[in-house]
């Protein structure tokens, strides 16, 4: 499980656990490489769980960018 909220409008909360560790890690070791990457949540990916652990909706789509890509 991997989920990012959005608090009070300024504050990004990541929730996760050994998976979402896991999954996060993969993503960021290929940014050099990749330039930017998406992570998604259902239906567009299985990266990204849709709510958060407190049954919040989280969002649904995180973008990762490196060296202004």
Not at 15 to 37: P, Q
Not at 40 to 50: F, I, K, Q, V, Y
């Amino acid at each position: 499980m991997l989920s990012f909220t959005i608090k009070n409008s300024s504050v990004i909360q990541i929730d996760c656990d050994d998976a979402g560790i896991e999954t996060l890690m993969d993503m960021l070791s290929k940014l050099r490489t990749a330039g930017h990457l998406h992570l998604w949540a259902p239906p567009l990916g299985n990266d990204l769980s849709a709510t958060s652990p407190f049954g919040e909706r989280a969002v649904q789509e995180v973008i990762i960018t490196h060296g202004g890509d």
